[in-house]
């Protein structure tokens, strides 16, 4: 059974190698505790079954503004809606806090990714050139809450 809920210290293994899995990305896995110190209402684990399959991390940027940093979901447990379930509780979280808009960026070449944000109301804001370390650009979009 699916429960999406905050992150708890014991997690923070398993999302490292979630994180590993499903983003091209190679952070620092430091950074995983120093978001769960600074903001762990916006981290959030999606388990099947006491197993970590996806996660997001979301942070606030400054009063009323928030910006999710990571989501991935295990690839096997894609298109069984655990993101859209990761998004919708990180929302209606950040709504408790009173944000009124959640930013984010991706990749312009994720289609998936891009795709699953437009429908679920986020927009295109600009085009950031050679956001990502290999030099690829960004789209950053955003949702009004
Ligand atoms: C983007 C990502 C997080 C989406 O996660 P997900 O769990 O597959 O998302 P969902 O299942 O909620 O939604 C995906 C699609 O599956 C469909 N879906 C949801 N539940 C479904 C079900 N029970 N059966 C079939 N399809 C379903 C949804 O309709 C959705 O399609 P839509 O966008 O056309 O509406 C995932 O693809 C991922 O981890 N990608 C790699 C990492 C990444 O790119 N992260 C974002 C970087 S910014």
């Given at each position: 059974m699916l429960l999406?809920?905050?992150v708890?210290?014991?997690?923070?293994?398993?999302?490292?190698a979630v994180a590993f899995e499903t983003l091209p990305e190679r952070y620092n896995p430091s950074i995983f505790n120093q978001f769960y110190e600074s903001c762990p209402e916006g981290f959030l684990v999606a388990l099947d079954n006491d197993s970590i399959v996806g996660f997001l991390?979301?942070?606030?940027?400054?009063?009323?503004?928030a910006r999710i940093l990571m989501v991935g979901v295990q690839d096997a447990y894609r298109k069984k809606g655990i993101g859209s379930a990761l998004l919708a509780q990180f929302i209606k979280e950040m709504k408790t806090q009173q944000v009124t808009r959640?930013?984010?960026?991706?990749?312009?070449?994720?289609t998936v990714a891009l795709q699953f944000y437009q429908k679920r109301g986020f927009?295109?804001?600009?085009?950031?050139?050679?956001?990502y370390q290999n030099g690829e650009n960004a789209y950053s979009m955003r949702k009004e809450l």
């Open positions: 999406v809920r905050q708890q210290p014991n997690d923070i293994f398993p999302v490292i991390i979301g942070i606030r940027t400054s009063p009323g503004i959640v930013d984010l960026e991706v990749r312009t070449s994720n927009l295109l804001n600009a085009t950031l050139p050679g956001f």
